[in-house]
């Protein structure tokens, strides 16, 4: 057995699809957001600005949060040193997962090394806990909820995206004796909509359903207190399990599950990623919870108003170019450009020229023909950063010979 020549096999297949992935080398400038260095394979560096981040409020660098962080360093030391069964729960855990109990209005929340364990792990274990348990999943659920589906051992139902009829369907055509769970978003990070999570609800009380949703994409963002979309529309009660990270909007590491008391506990019993794996650092329990809790607040409702207001002033520009971008009303802005190509040249010569980085989303991320670079506005991104983004993307959708929408009238 030729073991090298097997990865060569593995690696080629992936470059002859056009989907080799090269990850770009960046170190943020702390106070500087969203200017960053990048360096080239070469070695050498260039000063860069970030326009496809998930730290969407730019509180990887709020000073209340990095205060908590070497606090918690200084107080006690650098990890955990053990896993939440054996000597690895601390009060900075303790004090988080109330945080973010509080957050979504449920008795508890069980923090996890990130959203994507989180999904994986709640998921996986769900069926032990309902025996017969039957998931029915949105098409486009992100690859940790697919993951955790898929090898539950479970029996799992796919519906098309946001289609309600088909969800209907396939609910009605199911034993209604049967344990049922609804898994679905609240924004999908690559077109930027959202789940119509009140209809789904809806759906869930009458089919007797529990309803999971991963709000990975709004916590921090929606909500009068940034406790997501289901609290920006009062549905936060009606939602059985909210999945969210730590690690975007609230800029540190980390993921959770918030739900009643009693969910809690039987996941935290049986969910193999949960118990056997180290507790994330206090100090980055410490910072979240900083985050969370300054969200909450006044400084949390300025940072999501200028968020929106960056969204909108920069979907503006763009459509004022005739760009194609997908506006659906949410602080993601994909821009199409409709085949790996250009979008890969688009991005390389957005960061060699213009010190713009933006990385191409591809199949089979996205659909084939939908091939998109993604950006995601801040209140980090001032009028300079916006300014010269538009002036970049102008000048090279003209250099590439790209289609530009009608101009409305
Ligand atoms: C990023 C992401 C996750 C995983 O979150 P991490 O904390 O980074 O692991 C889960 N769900 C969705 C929809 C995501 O985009």
């Given at each position: 057995?030729?073991?090298?020549?097997?990865?060569?096999?593995?690696?080629?297949?992936?470059?002859?699809?056009?989907?080799?992935?090269?990850?770009?080398?960046?170190?943020?400038?702390?106070?500087?957001?969203?200017?960053?260095?990048?360096t080239?394979?070469?070695?050498?560096?260039?000063p860069?600005?970030?326009?496809?981040?998930?730290?969407?409020?730019?509180?990887?660098?709020?000073?209340?949060?990095?205060?908590?962080?070497?606090?918690?360093?200084?107080?006690?030391?650098?990890?955990?040193?053990?896993?939440?069964?054996?000597?690895?729960?601390?009060?900075?855990?303790?004090?988080?997962?109330?945080?973010?109990?509080?957050?979504?209005?449920?008795?508890?929340?069980?923090?996890?090394?990130?959203?994507?364990?989180?999904?994986?792990?709640?998921?996986?274990?769900?069926?032990?806990?309902?025996?017969?348990?039957?998931?029915?999943?949105?098409?486009?659920?992100?690859?940790?909820?697919?993951?955790?589906?898929?090898?539950?051992?479970?029996?799992?139902?796919?519906?098309?995206?946001?289609?309600?009829?088909?969800?209907?369907?396939?609910?009605?055509?199911?034993?209604?004796?049967?344990?049922?769970?609804?898994?679905?978003?609240s924004?999908?990070?690559?077109?930027g909509?959202?789940?119509?999570?009140?209809?789904?609800?809806?759906?869930?009380?009458?089919?007797?359903?529990?309803?999971?949703?991963?709000e990975?994409?709004?916590?921090?963002?929606?909500?009068?207190?940034?406790?997501?979309?289901?609290?920006?529309?009062?549905?936060?009660?009606?939602?059985?399990?909210?999945?969210?990270?730590?690690?975007?909007?609230?800029?540190?590491?980390?993921?959770?599950?918030?739900?009643?008391?009693?969910?809690?506990?039987?996941?935290?019993?049986?969910?193999?990623?949960?118990?056997?794996?180290?507790?994330?650092?206090?100090?980055?329990?410490?910072?979240?919870?900083?985050?969370?809790?300054f969200?909450?607040g006044?400084?949390?409702?300025?940072?999501?108003?200028?968020?929106?207001?960056?969204?909108?002033?920069?979907?503006?520009?763009?459509?004022?170019?005739?760009?194609?971008?997908?506006d659906?009303?949410?602080?993601?802005?994909?821009?199409?450009?409709?085949?790996?190509?250009?979008?890969?040249?688009?991005?390389?010569?957005?960061?060699?020229?213009?010190?713009?980085?933006?990385?191409?989303?591809?199949?089979?991320?996205?659909?084939?023909?939908?091939?998109?670079?993604?950006?995601?506005?801040?209140?980090?991104?001032?009028?300079n950063?916006?300014?010269?983004?538009?002036?970049?993307?102008?000048?090279?959708?003209?250099?590439?010979?790209?289609?530009?929408?009608?101009?409305?009238?």
């Amino acid at each position: 057995m030729d073991y090298t020549a097997k990865l060569d096999e593995a690696i080629q297949r992936l470059h002859d699809e056009g989907r080799y992935r090269t990850f770009i080398d960046i170190e943020r400038k702390r106070g500087q957001f969203p200017h960053a260095t990048w360096t080239r394979p070469d070695g050498t560096e260039q000063p860069v600005t970030v326009w496809c981040g998930n730290d969407y409020l730019g509180m990887g660098q709020n000073p209340v949060v990095l205060a908590a962080m070497k606090e918690a360093v200084d107080a006690t030391g650098a990890g955990s040193g053990g896993t939440r069964n054996i000597s690895g729960t601390t009060v900075y855990h303790k004090r988080l997962e109330a945080e973010l109990a509080d957050l979504h209005g449920k008795e508890g929340a069980l923090v996890f090394s990130s959203a994507y364990i989180a999904n994986d792990a709640t998921l996986s274990t769900l069926p032990t806990l309902f025996p017969g348990l039957i998931i029915y999943s949105d098409e486009l659920n992100h690859a940790s909820m697919i993951e955790g589906i898929r090898r539950n051992g479970g029996s799992k139902r796919i519906f098309r995206h946001n289609d309600l009829d088909h969800l209907r369907e396939l609910l009605a055509a199911d034993d209604p004796e049967a344990p049922k769970l609804i898994a679905f978003e609240s924004v999908y990070s690559m077109d930027g909509d959202f789940g119509p999570i009140k209809e789904l609800c809806d759906l869930a009380e009458e089919f007797n359903a529990l309803t999971y949703l991963d709000e990975v994409h709004a916590v921090g963002m929606y909500g009068p207190r940034g406790g997501g979309v289901a609290e920006r529309d009062g549905l936060m009660g009606r939602i059985d399990i909210i999945n969210g990270t730590l690690g975007k909007a609230f800029g540190v590491f980390g993921g959770y599950i918030a739900a009643s008391a009693k969910m809690c506990d039987a996941v935290r019993s049986y969910a193999p990623g949960f118990i056997f794996t180290t507790s994330i650092p206090p100090a980055v329990a410490a910072g979240a919870a900083a985050s969370i809790a300054f969200l909450k607040g006044e400084g949390g409702v300025t940072l999501r108003e200028q968020h929106q207001t960056q969204a909108k002033i920069l979907k503006t520009r763009l459509k004022g170019l005739g760009l194609p971008i997908t506006d659906n009303g949410s602080h993601i802005v994909p821009l199409i450009v409709g085949d790996p190509k250009h979008t890969k040249l688009m991005s390389d010569m957005m960061l060699e020229h213009y010190g713009i980085y933006v990385q191409p989303v591809n199949f089979p991320t996205v659909p084939r023909g939908t091939e998109r670079l993604r950006f995601t506005p801040s209140p980090v991104h001032g009028p300079n950063e916006m300014d010269h983004l538009i002036k970049a993307l102008d000048a090279l959708w003209s250099h590439c010979a790209l289609n530009r929408a009608e101009m409305a009238g």
